[in-house]
Structures are given as C-alpha cells and as structure tokens.
C-alpha cells in the first residue's frame, strides 16, 4: 500500500462522491433501464493486467456506466423506501473502518475497538431512551450488526437454545413462534434457520381498525391455542414502526402475555427506533423494561451510512451460550477475563466483524443528540407538511394514521367506479405514473388488508420542503390527468 497513491486516489474519490452530490438532483430517482444493460456492456473477465491510470478509468466508468443505472437513493426526492441515511460523518466514518482495517472479534484482537464498541452501544441506547436494562450499565448489553435479519436470528438462536435448555433439546419440533401478519419477512426466515417447523411460526392476523397493530387479545388466544395443543410459545417478534405502514405494536401489553407464557419478546424498531432520539416518541416503547431483546437500524434514519444494526439484549449469557466458541487460535488474553470485557464473536453469527462502532462514534459526536433530533424533527414535520396537503385534496384520503415520516394514501374510489378493486387499480395506475415522471419522486405502495395505498417516505437527508411540494404537485396532476381520461 504506497501512501502518496493512496492520498491522490483518496482526493479522486472524495471529489467524485462530492460531485456525485452536487449533481444528484440531475438524475432521475430511478433509472429508465432494461436487464442486461450493463452485463451487455461490460467484458466478461477481469483484466489480466491493470492498464494506465486504472483506478481513474475505473472511477469514469463508475461515472459513465454504473451511476445511469442506478437508483439514487440518496436523491431529495427518493420517498419509495424507508431512507438509507446518509451524512458527511456517517461516509467518512465508512471510510476511516476501511482505512484502518481491523478485525475486532475478541477484546485481545482489537482491545480499543472492542471498547469503544461497549461505550458507543449504551451511549446509543440512552439517547434512544432504552431502559437501563438493555445497557451494559445496567447489566445488559449491545453490539453492531450488518442488518436486523442478523439481530433477530441472533435473539431468535439465543431464546431457542435456553428454552431448549428447559424443556430438554428433543423437543424442538413442539416451539413456536409469534409474529403479526405485518411483521418483516426477516422474521420468518429467521424462524426458517433456527429449526423452527414452518408451520409453527403464528402470524396473527391485524386489522384496519386497530390500525394494523398486533392485538394483545389475538396473541394471548394464539399461545393459549398452542399450549392446549401440547406446544410451547418460544418468542415474539413485535415491532415498532412496521414495514408497510408503520404501525407501532402496544409492547407493554404483549410482554405481559408473553411473560405469562415464558415467551422472549424482541422489538425490532428497525426504521422506527432512531426517532426514539426524541423524547416525544418515548412512549411508543413504554413497557420496554420487559423485553429480552431490541434492535434498530441507524443505516435507516440516523445519519449513519449503511451498514449499522444495534442490538441490544437483556442477558448477555444467552447469546453467548447460543453463538459462542472456543478454538485455540482465536488468542483470548488471560488478563481480559474478569474485567467485564466482551469477545464479541460470542455474540453475532460471523467471526469476522466490521468496527462499526467507530463510524457511530462519529456521528454521534460530531451531531450529537441535540442534532440527530433535529435531523429526525425535520422529516418529521415535512412528513406532516404532505399529510396536510393530502387531507386537503377531497379526492385524496390518508389510510393509516401517520406515526413517524411515512405517509400512507391513495385517491378515494370515486363513487361510479364502486368497490375496493377498483380503488386499487385506480392507485395502482397512479403509483406508476407518478413513477414514470422523469425528474419527478420516487414512491412505492403497501398492500395492506386488500388496500393497496402509495407510500411516500420522507428521510433523505437532502429532502428539503421544496422536493415534497414538487412530488404532491406530480401527484395531483397525474390523478387529475387520470380522472380526466376516466371522463370522472
Ligand atoms: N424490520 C423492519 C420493520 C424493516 O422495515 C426492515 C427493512 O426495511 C427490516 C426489518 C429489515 O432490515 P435489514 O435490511 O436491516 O435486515
């Protein structure tokens, strides 16, 4: 590794992503392109030798042939998914983990990043307003994953293997597993890899009145269901913020069902949990005292580029009793046992782990919990700014109610087109040419109890209120236009 080059290729690529930037409101969200644009294009091998100025032409080709095709999903007017966060800090603590390079498995393989992991964890746990019971101060504990299908399988292994340790390890074919029918599909491939039977995982059914929350009632009938039938509750994966439209589970209720049936309950508040930055949200999570297991993602909204997972457990010894192991030459350092540090291999599924905590680290004191609320705040009140103007529109109504940045509507079935059915093909036309608007927003759709809506998510860190009054004013005319060729 020659430092000079490493300078002047570091200088290419901070002018290019800083370019990049600049220029991002000049593409279109997502590209115009069809498969095999790029793999007809590009030769079939690897170069056997590097040519002249490789990484520069590389670099163009990235210019040329790979950002045309991509979706930008750091564009201001990118509303199709929850965001993939991303900030000055949260690129150049990405860049820094690279440069330095180090594998921080156990305390002894990297002693500092191990460290800071355990600060940078319980400082992340209480801006979020974890109860200390989650904390390495309090006794729990944390550490950052590549994504939460990694935390849930991780707490998912950890409560499988204690409970096995219960009842006696034969009787895994009698656990199951309880989820809503909202809940992320990360959860049932989880159940999928930890030996859970596939048709012991409950998706309890949601409805439109309780704004697609879990239902304490339903669950407590489920699991009181499976134990007469001989089975055993193992776990609940609840969740604050759910995919398609945010709908927040009551987590205080459904511990004390799953308490009554030894059930390890996980919160995954993978988008949701970075709001928690700010106290007005700390209600969401109220009863959290009693959970095993919680987990966020600060790639999503909190300023920190992908990839960041937090977990956080309340009994440390049950994942390292699931996850952990013993080989001679991974080197343990006699010294470290009994000082409370952690090997953190014994916590995750790979051995080989990234310092993530250094880019958190970052973040949070270069913004600090004061500017992480505004950031959140901010999305916030432009997601309130779109919500008021779909109200405002008669033909337009929200579906769900909006808990945090993310704006569920559709335009209502005009009378003389009738039922359901035809309200979803009606917004699923309009979905698509709002999509199809060049230099326009990027939005998506959820499904949910057979209505199908449009979602706008606001999270770009460059969305200013500008973009989401464009991306209502694209939406509005294409409805108009819509309407008018329907002669409605
Ligand atoms: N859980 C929820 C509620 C999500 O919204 C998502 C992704 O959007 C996930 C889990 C999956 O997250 P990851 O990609 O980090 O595994």
């Not at 390079?101 to 355990?118: C, D, G, I, R």
């Not at 019971?133 to 504990?141: C, D, P």
Request: charged share 20%.
């Amino acid at each position: 590794l020659d430092a000079e080059e490493f300078r002047r290729q570091g200088h290419q690529v901070i002018d290019f992503i800083a370019d990049y930037y600049d220029r991002m409101s000049d593409y279109p969200v997502h590209p115009s392109v069809t498969p095999g644009f790029l793999r007809d294009v590009l030769p079939t091998d690897a170069p056997r030798r590097p040519g002249p100025d490789a990484f520069g032409s590389a670099l163009q080709d990235v210019r040329d042939l790979l950002l045309p095709g991509m979706t930008h999903w750091q564009s201001p007017r990118h509303f199709a998914h929850f965001p993939a966060s991303s900030s000055t800090v949260g690129a150049l603590g990405e860049a820094l983990i690279a440069g330095i390079n180090v594998v921080p498995f156990t305390w002894a393989a990297s002693p500092a990043a191990t460290e800071l992991e355990m600060v940078v964890v319980d400082w992340l746990g209480k801006a979020l307003h974890l109860p200390e019971s989650l904390l390495f101060a309090g006794g729990g504990g944390g550490t950052f994953l590549g994504t939460t299908c990694e935390a849930i399988l991780c707490a998912l292994v950890s409560a499988r293997d204690q409970k096995l340790a219960e009842i006696g390890g034969n009787r895994i074919g009698d656990l199951v597993v309880y989820c809503s029918d909202q809940t992320h599909f990360s959860f049932r491939k989880a159940a999928r890899i930890a030996g859970i039977q596939r048709d012991h995982c409950r998706e309890v059914q949601t409805y439109h009145g309780d704004m697609f929350a879990l239902s304490p009632t339903e669950l407590q009938a489920a699991m009181q269901a499976d134990v007469d039938a001989g089975l055993v509750p193992l776990f609940l994966c609840a969740t604050v913020g759910t995919t398609q439209t945010t709908a927040v589970d009551p987590v205080g209720e459904l511990c004390a069902v799953a308490a009554s049936h030894g059930v390890w309950v996980h919160v995954d508040a993978a988008y949701a949990g970075s709001a928690l930055v700010c106290p007005e949200f700390r209600h969401v999570i109220d009863g959290m005292e009693s959970v095993d297991s919680f987990s966020m993602n600060p790639h999503k909204w909190l300023l920190a580029n992908n990839d960041c997972c937090a977990m956080w457990v309340k009994k440390p010894c049950a994942l390292v009793a699931a996850l952990g192991t013993e080989q001679e030459y991974i080197l343990k350092d006699a010294a470290a046992e009994g000082h409370g540090v952690v090997d953190y291999k014994d916590w995750t599924i790979t051995l080989t782990r990234r310092f993530r905590a250094l880019k958190i680290w970052l973040v949070l004191r270069c913004y600090g919990v004061d500017g992480l609320r505004d950031h959140i705040r901010s999305h916030l009140r432009m997601a309130e700014a779109f919500e008021g103007m779909v109200r405002a529109d008669a033909r337009f109504e929200v579906v769900t109610e909006r808990h945090f940045a993310l704006v569920c509507f559709r335009l209502r079935s005009p009378e003389k087109l009738g039922g359901e059915k035809t309200a979803n093909q009606l917004n699923r036309r309009l979905l698509e040419e709002v999509n199809a608007a060049t230099s326009g927003p990027y939005m998506s759709s959820a499904n949910v109890g057979g209505i199908y809506m449009l979602r706008c998510a606001i999270g770009s860190t460059l969305t200013e209120e500008r973009h989401v009054n464009d991306a209502w004013k694209v939406v509005q005319d294409r409805a108009s236009a819509i309407l008018r060729k329907m002669e409605i």
